[in-house]
C-alpha cells in the first residue's frame, strides 16, 4: 500500500493553446485552497541542458535534428519517467492559436510543424496507459481554468493513496 502522496498532473497543448497561463492560474488556486502546489516546465531553460535546447529552438545553435521526430523516437527521453496522473490535453485549432498572436522567431513556430504537432498528439492519445483528458481550450480562460481546476481537485483525491507508476515501461501499462 502507498503512502499518500500528491499528484503530477501535466498540461499538454499546442504552441498558443494556455498551457502557461493555466499552469500559472492552476498553481495559485490550489495553493488558495490550501493544497501544496508547484509548477514545473519543460523545457527548463535555465539548467544547462535547457540552455542548450533553447538556444537551440532561438537558432543561436544547431544540432542534428531528427526532423522526421517518429513517435518512438519522441518518447525516448521520457520511458520510466514518474507517469504522469492526469494529462490535460489543452485542444485548440491552429487557426484559433494563430488568432493569439504571430509567429514569433523560434524554429519550430511555423503551421507546417505545428500540424505535425497536433498528429502526433492526436496519436499520442491512442495510449490509453495514460490517464487523457480533452479540454476545448478556445474557451475563454475562467472557462478552461475551472474545467482544469475540476479534474485536477478530482485526480488529487484518487491519486493519494495510488502508488505512482512509470512512463511507458511494459510491465506497468
Ligand atoms: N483562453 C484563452 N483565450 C484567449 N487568449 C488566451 C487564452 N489562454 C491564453 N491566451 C493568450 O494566448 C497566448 C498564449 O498563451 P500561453 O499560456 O503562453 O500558451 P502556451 O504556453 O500554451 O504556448 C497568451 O497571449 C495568452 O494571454
Ligand atoms: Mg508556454
Keep these: 500500500m502507498a503512502g499518500r502522496r500528491?499528484?503530477?498532473?501535466?498540461?499538454?497543448?499546442?504552441?498558443?493553446?494556455?498551457?502557461?497561463?493555466?499552469?500559472?492560474?492552476?498553481?495559485?488556486?490550489?495553493?488558495?485552497?490550501?493544497?501544496?502546489?508547484?509548477?514545473?516546465?519543460?523545457?527548463?531553460?535555465?539548467?544547462?541542458?535547457?540552455r542548450l535546447v533553447g538556444s537551440y529552438l532561438e537558432k543561436k545553435s544547431n544540432l542534428e535534428d531528427h526532423t522526421n521526430f517518429s513517435l518512438h523516437w519522441c518518447k525516448q527521453p521520457d520511458v520510466g519517467?514518474?507517469?504522469?496522473?492526469?494529462?490535460?490535453?489543452?485542444?485548440?485549432?491552429?487557426?484559433?492559436?494563430?488568432?493569439?498572436?504571430?509567429?514569433?522567431?523560434?524554429?519550430?513556430?511555423?503551421?507546417?510543424?505545428?500540424?505535425?504537432?497536433?498528429?502526433r498528439y492526436a496519436e499520442l492519445m491512442e495510449d490509453r496507459s495514460l490517464n487523457w483528458q480533452v479540454i476545448d481550450a478556445a474557451q475563454s480562460m475562467e472557462e478552461v481554468h475551472s474545467a482544469i481546476r475540476q479534474l485536477s481537485e478530482d485526480i488529487i483525491q484518487e491519486a493519494k493513496d495510488q502508488p505512482l507508476g512509470k512512463l511507458w515501461v511494459e510491465s506497468d501499462t
Excluded: H, W
Excluded at 501535466?10 to 490550489?30: C, F, I, P, Y
Excluded at 489543452?90 to 488568432?99: M, V, W, Y
Design 81 to 119: 519517467l514518474p507517469k504522469p496522473d492526469i494529462v490535460l490535453f489543452l485542444d485548440i485549432s491552429a487557426e484559433a492559436a494563430a488568432k493569439r498572436g504571430d509567429f514569433g522567431n523560434e524554429r519550430y513556430e511555423t503551421s507546417a510543424f505545428q500540424k505535425m504537432v497536433q498528429k
Design 6 to 50: 500528491g499528484a503530477l498532473i501535466v498540461l499538454e497543448g499546442a504552441d498558443r493553446a494556455g498551457k502557461s497561463t493555466q499552469a500559472k492560474r492552476l498553481v495559485e488556486s490550489l495553493k488558495e485552497r490550501g493544497y501544496q502546489a508547484e509548477g514545473m516546465r519543460f523545457p527548463e531553460r535555465t539548467t544547462e541542458i535547457g
